[in-house]
């Protein structure tokens, strides 16, 4: 399988990475994050449930440890030349294979780090083809969701919807996502995680989804509260609100605003709509290509956050109100990307609310 990049993409992320190193004042880096493993050299594996690290000196050069079951799959899906294997056995520390393997690189007694965020920020903008798998990934949600509408009404079984939602972005030729697509009815529409068991949809019910598209790895997220039977009127008043703060949030992106503003854009329209207690401490987070057990990425909108949007971002932005006590919820929400003067809202679906 060929690596889903040009070798002059993958070249410049390399180079990119060295220089960050060397900005740090490091002689090399040790990644244990598969998302930079991915990113840096196409190395597509869940393997990293086990121990293994990525390798990368100052001046570029690349080593993986890892387990036998994937000594194959680093040839297969990556650039990676220097494969280095700890072996299963009673007793084994891979520490110390790591140890020697960073020996035989000539990083003994050198200054070498551990990953924290130095490839997680350098990853933070999109190249050109990183875009198009975020797009084609917005294209497969909004598959997914037309797939939703199609089939929700009253007696429909939750596992009829979730089954094409996911059967859409796979015949589509997607990917799993790095978590469960959420579904629940209910007192379900409320949990905003994906929880075990399906129901079927009373008369009068709500319907809340979170979902992602998904390509090459790229996520691009969506979520909808649907209302089945009559609609509830205190419902039809949140969504409304979810919309109008949906939509102040993409007007306030722009290259330079703070994640922290944009959320407070979102709190603002929120309260002053009445529903204050309603919404949650966060309105979205980072999208892109990254491993379970979630597809959130790194950074997240919330108040006080002073990271500022740049161009090529791409973002997760959902607005969720849950009144708890009274068993109503509304969701809105899909995936941008930050341009040069403002944001692309990825999704073709508009925002009106959908009776079923």
């Known amino acids: 399988m060929p690596i889903h990049f040009s070798p002059e993409e993958m070249q410049a992320r390399k180079d990119r990475a060295a220089a960050a190193i060397t900005a740090a004042g490091l002689d090399g880096l040790l990644m244990f994050k598969q998302e930079s493993m991915y990113w840096l050299t196409g190395y597509d594996t869940f393997g990293f449930s086990m121990f293994q690290c990525l390798v990368m000196t100052a001046d570029g050069r690349i080593a993986l440890l890892t387990r036998a079951p994937d000594y194959g799959t680093a040839f297969y899906t990556s650039d990676i030349t220097d494969v280095r294997i700890w072996v299963d056995v009673e007793g084994m520390n891979p520490a110390m294979d790591l140890r020697a393997m960073l020996d035989d690189l000539g990083l003994a007694g050198s200054r070498v780090g551990i990953e924290l965020d130095l490839v997680q920020e350098v990853r933070r903008a999109k190249s050109p083809q990183e875009l198009e798998y ?42 799993y996502a790095g978590n469960e697509l959420i579904i629940g009815s209910g007192p379900g529409a409320l949990m905003v995680r994906y929880t075990s068991g399906r129901r079927r ?33 205190v419902q039809v008043d949140m969504h409304r609100a979810c919309e ?110 959908v009776l079923a």
Not at 151 to 161: M, N, R, S, T, W
């Open 201 to 233: 949809l009373d008369a009068d019910d709500q319907l809340t989804l979170e979902w992602c598209g998904v390509q090459r790895r790229y996520h691009a997220a969506m979520m909808r509260t649907i209302l089945v039977g009559t609609p509830d009127p």
């Open 134 to 175: 975020v797009r084609r990934a917005a294209e497969l949600a909004d598959d997914a969701w037309d797939e939703a509408v199609r089939l929700a009404g009253p007696g429909v079984d939750e596992a009829e919807i979730l089954a094409a939602m996911q059967g859409a972005v796979f015949l589509g030729g997607g990917d």
């Open 244 to 353: 109008e703060a949906l939509l102040a949030c993409e007007d306030a992106i722009r290259p330079g605003t703070t994640l922290g503003e944009v959320f407070d854009v979102h709190a603002g329209v929120l309260d002053g709509a009445g529903f204050g207690e309603h919404r949650l401490n966060a309105c979205g987070y980072g999208m892109g290509a990254v491993y379970a057990p979630v597809w959130t990425d790194w950074p997240m909108l919330y108040t006080g956050n002073p990271l500022v949007f740049e161009p090529n971002h791409t973002f997760f932005l959902h607005m969720i109100l849950l009144d708890h006590r009274d068993q109503k919820a509304m969701t809105l929400g899909h995936s941008v990307v930050v341009t040069e003067a403002g944001c692309e809202r990825l999704s073709r679906s508009d925002l009106d609310l």
